[in-house]
């Protein structure tokens, strides 16, 4: 891993659907967005997984992937320690994540919760030309990262007093045709990178 590049945990249930596809659309969106210089390295795993099972068939057919090229594989504390954003598709595996890694709250959102903080992050700097109370926008694009995720942390409570269920992508694997909830997976994260590659972009 060079300097620049930076490890993002995805997680889901099972690690068969939703997480790796929020994990193919970010970096997807990453390499697409971001400049060449600022890598990632974007993985995935499942609270309650089976290792070794396959992607599921409609999840890998929105992201255009083979499904036999997918592993599933089980959350343990040290990936989520060793992870520099963690990214839950719902509050389930948020409270499973910050359980097995306590430490790891300050860098630790639902998909959905980061993309709202992100965003709101960005329009003061788009609208501001910076965020209230928050130290200078670094120059280079991995302190500027680093800075933006200290500040979706600090805007938490941005969100308060929402309908709380509105941070989770339910899952809807076993509901015969789900691909209605992939995509809107998808959608949410790559806008989230987008917010994100904004911030990294944004002149001064």
Request: hydrophobic share 45%.
């Given at each position: 891993m060079s300097a620049t590049e930076f490890r993002v945990l995805f997680v889901c249930t099972a690690n068969v659907c939703r997480s790796p596809l929020a994990?193919?659309?970010?970096?997807?969106?990453?390499?697409?967005?971001?400049?060449?210089?600022?890598?990632?390295?974007?993985?995935?795993?499942?609270?309650?997984?089976?290792?070794?099972?396959?992607?599921?068939?409609?999840?890998?057919?929105?992201s255009g992937v083979d499904p036999s090229a997918h592993q599933a594989r089980r959350l343990d504390a040290p990936e989520v320690a060793g992870a520099k954003?963690?990214?839950?598709?719902?509050?389930?595996?948020?409270?499973?994540?910050?359980r097995l890694a306590p430490s790891c709250r300050?860098?630790?959102?639902?998909?959905?919760?980061a993309r709202l903080l992100a965003q709101e992050?960005?329009?003061?700097?788009i609208e501001h030309g910076c965020v209230p109370g928050a130290p200078p926008l670094p120059d280079d694009g991995s302190s500027r990262i680093a800075w933006l995720?200290?500040?979706?942390?600090a805007a938490r409570g941005a969100l308060a007093g929402a309908d709380e269920s509105v941070l989770d992508i339910a899952d809807a694997h076993g509901d015969g045709d789900h691909?209605?909830?992939l995509v809107r997976v998808r959608e949410t994260t790559q806008l989230l990178v987008a917010s994100m590659?904004?911030?990294?972009?944004?002149?001064?």
């Amino acid at each position: 891993m060079s300097a620049t590049e930076f490890r993002v945990l995805f997680v889901c249930t099972a690690n068969v659907c939703r997480s790796p596809l929020a994990a193919q659309s970010f970096d997807d969106a990453w390499r697409a967005h971001m400049p060449a210089n600022l890598g990632a390295r974007v993985v995935s795993a499942g609270v309650d997984a089976w290792s070794g099972e396959r992607q599921c068939e409609q999840s890998a057919h929105v992201s255009g992937v083979d499904p036999s090229a997918h592993q599933a594989r089980r959350l343990d504390a040290p990936e989520v320690a060793g992870a520099k954003l963690i990214l839950t598709l719902d509050r389930t595996q948020r409270s499973v994540a910050a359980r097995l890694a306590p430490s790891c709250r300050p860098r630790l959102f639902t998909v959905m919760q980061a993309r709202l903080l992100a965003q709101e992050v960005n329009e003061h700097i788009i609208e501001h030309g910076c965020v209230p109370g928050a130290p200078p926008l670094p120059d280079d694009g991995s302190s500027r990262i680093a800075w933006l995720l200290a500040e979706m942390n600090a805007a938490r409570g941005a969100l308060a007093g929402a309908d709380e269920s509105v941070l989770d992508i339910a899952d809807a694997h076993g509901d015969g045709d789900h691909r209605e909830t992939l995509v809107r997976v998808r959608e949410t994260t790559q806008l989230l990178v987008a917010s994100m590659a904004s911030v990294v972009l944004a002149s001064t």
